[in-house]
């Protein structure tokens, strides 16, 4: 007590750190305490950031009361700069503002594959881990595609290559686009145009004659044409080409030469006007492409002057050209005796006629013809002249007409009636006045017969019969779908042609004639062609049953390998040589999971889920799981997965999650770090130690290592025992109030006395906790008063 009456606070002893008095200040998180580790009362000291943690110093000064006085120091965890290697386009992760002690996993980016997934770590500032090496996954989803596209470069691309597509032989390049592999698998849209090549006229000489013809126009590449014998053309022989991928023509099969026959036409096609003369049966009939001449005969001449006229025969059997007007010479009337008549005025040449009594007179007639001589006609008598004498005299005074001669026929006095065609006076060639014949229609006409008679004068009387060309019916083998003619309406010597109709091929067309009813010619053999355009496609369109199909023949479409059925409808080859538009649907067939035992493990991930038939897709080791070895599967046409390369067995070994990762929390033990830290997959054990329980009454908790390298799972929340403060004695002071079992503290004395500090530890004992001392028992003395007053 002072000489004022207060008492000084006595000192705590300089031999004690703060730091074992009352301990270090808590609040703050990597504070480095060491500086102060061995201060006394009154110094000060400075406590600063750990390693791996970023904050300003502070200072703290051990205080009378034994407790350091001052602010502790903010630390913050010291960010970890990404380092270069990991921001390729090749790796994925979430290392970006990672801290001190903590981690992040890095993988292979989609669309890339290698090593497995790693644990990077940050420590003090530098993120550090094994190195990834991540190839491009090759891409085989959405290749480029279309009818003569040629994808070959593409092969192999992998993720972030480009290619360029070319064309295949037989198609032409149009506007392209590069297409780049996507880390999908899939490559991006692009644009591939191939023009289908079209094949250059028939250069083929054996194939390319005016006998011939073919339906080779405007083929296109792959595409087939026929060569047969042309109208007009008798042959067998044909051949098939095909247009090749050099725009020129090649034989498929068939003959290499084909010999076609020029058909003859008939001669009943033949020039038969009267003075005219032709070449047109010189050396055999005309044939087709063929050419005649056609010139007057003495006594005639053509009215424009010209000597000759050229007349061709044509493809369908008829003679064709112009021939000229002619002037037909006419012999002059002769003179007539007295009583004579005559039906020989302006008769032609060749024709015959006759001079004859009149009716006042009688005689013998005699018969003329009109025949050239040298450069002009003249009448010439076939034999004899013709006498008359006159009439008689009857008693009544009248002149009696003496009838003609009944030995000469009408038809040889005045001729036949005209006008009238397909006639036939067969029956009146004998007929003399007075008697009567019958005239009917010719062979081949039809239509009544009539009655004519002999007159007096020489001539017939009655009228001609109206006879028409006998139509002929079209026999029914013409009309078969693989023969065209127009032979319907064909009359009597008329003719028509009969061809192969469109879309067959086969014999040569023919001539056919109507003759008296009755349509003839010869028999025609006409097979289809086969069809080789508009065959049905499409992605997994198999079209085999219709190859060879012919003119009228159907066939229905199926599927390829790795394609399922859809909608369908069958195919019809048409005469044009192309096949109906027809409903062609495949489906890519799915794979069913991965089903392959070996590739099919926990340690393992791939992207197979949904691949179609063909696609391809990588088995790799999954995050969490380390080891180099892959497989390449590929989805075939059973809808199962197989192999196409890389490892049999795939090892994956499981990436240990770091011991920082393992619990810390005083009076907790586990087993995370038995044989071995606990890896991805793994799972561990913890509990309470003695001393500790978990507030829900539980005795264990599971956690599990998960593929990020995280030890995941809920830890209840513990009861801490503590011990209860010892009782002290007179003059003793102690930091032990409520301290968790392991903890150390101090009794010394108050400020009233002095004495020696000893240390206890709270510690388990059975299934209790009690203080221990560490060394000794502290012992405390009154302060004692000087002779001044002071203590």
Known sequence: TTAAGTTAALPPTTTLPCSQYRGYPTGGR???????????????????????????????????????????????????????????????????????????????????????????????????????????????????????????????KKTGEACTPTCKVGYQRGSFTDCTCQASGSFTDCSTECKRLTCNSLAISAYNQASMQNNCNSKKYGQRCIVSCANGYTGSDQARLVCTGTGEFQKKDGADAIACTAIACSTKEHPTSLGLSHTCADNGNVATGQSCIVRPNPGF??????????????????????????????????????????????????????????????????????????????????????????????????TAALPPTTTLPCSQYRGYPTGGRGVDFSNCQATVYPNTCTAKCSAGYVGN?????????????????????????????????????????????????????????????????????????????????????????????????????????????????????????????????????????????????????????????????????????????????????????????????????????????????????????????????DNGNVATGQSCIVRPNPGFSFIDGSTSATLTCNENGRITGTIPRKIVSVCDLPSLASGVDSSCERKRTRTKCYQFCKASHQGIPAAYICEVKGQSVEFQAVSGTTSCSSATTTAAGTT
């Open 449 to 673: 017969a009539a009655t004519l008679a002999c007159g007096a004068a020489g001539s017939f009387t009655g009228s001609v019969p109206n006879c028409d060309p006998q139509p002929c019916l079209v026999p029914g083998q013409l009309n078969k779908v693989s023969l065209s003619h127009e032979c319907d309406g064909v009359k009597h010597q008329e003719s028509c042609i009969v061809k192969c109709a469109k879309g067959y091929v086969g014999t040569s067309s023919q001539r056919y004639d109507c003759s008296e009813g009755v349509l003839s010619g010869t028999p025609m053999v006409c097979d289809g062609s086969v069809c080789e355009i508009n065959k049905p496609r499409g992605r997994g369109v198999d079209a085999t049953p219709c190859n060879g199909k012919k003119t009228g023949e159907a066939c229905t479409p199926t599927c390829k390998v790795g394609y399922q059925r859809g909608s369908f409808t069958d195919c019809t080859c048409q005469a044009s040589g192309s096949f109906t538009d027809c409903s062609t649907e495949c489906k890519r067939l799915t794979c069913n999971s991965l089903a392959i035992s070996a590739y099919n493990q926990a340690s393992m991930q791939n992207n197979c889920n949904s691949k179609k038939y063909g696609q391809r897709c990588i088995v790799s080791c999954a995050n969490g799981y380390t080891g180099s070895d892959q497989a390449r599967l590929v989805c075939t046409g059973t809808g199962e997965f197989q192999k196409k390369d890389g490892a049999d067995a795939i090892a994956c070994t499981a990436i240990a999650c770091s011991t920082k990762e393992h619990p810390t929390s005083l009076g907790l033990s586990h087993t995370c770090a």
């Open 301 to 398: 001449s053509f009215i424009d002057g010209s000597t000759s006229a050229t007349l061709t025969c044509n493809e369908n059997g008829r003679i064709t050209g112009t021939i000229p007007r002619k002037i037909v010479s006419v012999c002059d009337l002769p003179s007539l005796a007295s009583g004579v008549d005559s039906s020989c005025e302006r008769k032609r040449t060749r024709t015959k006629c006759y001079q004859f009594c009149k009716a006042s007179h009688q005689g013998i007639p005699a018969a003329y013809i009109c025949e050239v001589k040298g450069q002009s006609v003249e009448f010439q008598a076939v034999s004899g002249t013709t006498s008359c004498s006159s009439a008689t005299t009857t008693a009544a005074g009248t």
């Open 30 to 156: 990597g504070v480095d305490f060491s500086n102060c580790q061995a201060t006394v009362y009154p110094n000060t000291c400075t406590a600063k950031c750990s390693a791996g943690y970023v904050g300003n110093a502070a200072t703290l000064a051990c205080g009378a009361a034994g407790s350091f006085t001052g602010s502790v120091p903010n630390c913050d965890p010291q960010p970890c700069l990404v380092p270069g290697q990991l921001n390729k386009v090749s790796l994925s992760h979430e290392c970006d503002g990672v801290k001190h002690q903590e981690s992040c996993i890095v993988k292979c980016a989609k669309g890339y594959v290698g090593t497995s997934s790693q644990r990077y770590d940050c420590s003090e500032g530098v993120l550090s881990g094994t190195p990834m090496v991540c190839d491009g996954s090759v891409c085989e989803i959405n290749k480029p595609r279309g009818r003569g596209v040629d994808a070959t470069p593409c092969n192999g």
